[in-house]
């Protein structure tokens, strides 16, 4: 009974949205989704199989798309976009708390399945810009991603900006260790673990943990479990 009552008032929260929205919202709902909405601008959503809760989006911009697929979950997390044609590309992944931010046109956050995130920020800045996080990522409290500056560092000779946005792509399974935080142009590995409090700089080769900032290489040839295992004396 709860969850009938819950996609009614999902169902009833997206018709009010269509009716003020009009033509500048697209939305395809087969699972549940119950937020705030706000749009100066254009925006498709497309939700299968999964939920969205107590969440907000604010949107500024023409022609951008969420797609929320494959059982995704989404509670009490807010959305920033400000720009046009930007993609939030959501599959089977559980996201709460957490902050996400697209600051130029055509950014993209892709976020794949099994991967956890609970009171993360994410920035996505700089025209086309990207973020990919893989599958069966753990993100622990307070860690962070940044793709870029979000300001101009200039040459006082030329007067030209030193510090490009740069795209981030991490692998498969990276524990993010709390306050961590990981910066623009880094490519991550699979089965890699980044040390709480560390900030990552530079790529990290699969199946190592790095610590320190600049995070640097400590051990490698590791892997990581979910669970506590007893050690074997």
């Not at 022609?63 to 059982?71: A, R």
């Not at 996201?95 to 794949?112: H, K, P």
């Not at 142009?185 to 990552?200: E, F, K, L, P, R």
Request: with cysteine.
């Amino acid at each position: 009974m709860k969850s009938l009552a819950m996609s009614l008032l999902g169902r009833f929260f997206v018709l009010c949205y269509k009716i003020r929205y009009g033509k500048n919202l697209s939305f395809v709902n087969h699972g549940i989704a119950i937020f705030h909405l706000y749009i100066n601008g254009s925006a498709l959503f497309y939700l299968k199989k999964g939920k969205i809760s107590k969440s907000t989006f604010h949107i500024i911009g023409k022609n951008n798309s969420f797609i929320f697929d494959d059982h995704v979950t989404v509670r009490n997390c807010r959305f920033i976009v400000k720009g046009d044609n930007c993609i939030v590309d959501l599959r089977g992944c559980s996201l709460f708390d957490s902050r996400f931010e697209l600051l130029d046109s055509e950014t993209r956050i892709e976020i794949n399945k099994d991967t956890i995130m609970t009171t993360n920020r994410i920035v996505v800045a700089g025209g086309k810009n990207q973020l990919h996080i893989g599958k069966g990522c753990l993100f622990a409290e307070n860690a962070e991603v940044w793709t870029s500056d979000t300001h101009s560092l200039l040459d006082m000779n030329t007067n030209k900006r030193i510090n490009p946005d740069k795209p981030v792509y991490i692998g498969d399974r990276l524990w993010l260790g709390n306050r961590a935080l990981i910066l623009k142009g880094v490519n991550i590995g699979n089965d890699t673990i980044v040390a709480a409090g560390s900030i990552v700089t530079k790529d990290i080769p699969n199946n190592t943990l790095v610590a320190g900032i600049p995070a640097v290489a400590i051990k490698t040839c590791v892997n990581w479990n979910e669970t506590r295992i007893e050690e074997i004396l």
